[in-house]
């Protein structure tokens, strides 16, 4: 079964950190771009931040220079660096692919979803 398997979230308090990372399974991710997406409650999922098969990476507005995303293709592993949490960021966190570029970037473009990680940004 191709998906991805996704950890790193967790409760922190506004302005702190967490890295989550999204770990292929059953496929290799070299010749896909991968996205990170948020779902927070009574919302629909959202896009975050996708890094091309090239390495190339976008990010939303609203998370620009605080959060990172990279890939390690030898560890079949994507990245999602954040700092600076704020409660607005509160959110199940997914991971999906596409082949090679990011763009059109949204959830109907992408696929093999995990089950996502909790991220709660509370005091």
């Known amino acids: 079964q191709l998906q991805f398997v996704e950890s790193g979230g967790g409760l922190v308090q506004p302005g702190g950190s967490l890295r989550l990372s999204c770990a292929a399974s059953?496929?290799?991710?070299?010749?896909?771009?991968i996205g990170w997406f948020r779902q927070a409650p009574g919302k629909e999922r959202e896009g975050v931040s996708c890094?091309?098969?090239?390495?190339?990476?976008n990010y939303e507005d609203s998370v620009k220079d605080r959060f990172t995303i990279s890939r390690d293709n030898a560890k079949n592993t994507v990245y999602l660096q954040m700092n600076s949490l704020k409660p607005e960021d509160t959110a199940v966190y997914y991971c999906?692919?596409?082949?090679?570029?990011?763009?059109?970037?949204?959830?109907?473009?992408?696929?093999?979803w995990g089950q996502g990680t909790q991220v709660t940004v509370s005091s």
């Open positions: 059953g496929f290799t991710i070299d010749l896909s771009a």
């Open positions: 890094i091309s098969r090239g390495g190339v990476s």
């Open positions: 999906a692919a596409r082949l090679y570029r990011c763009s059109p970037f949204n959830v109907a473009e992408f696929g093999s």
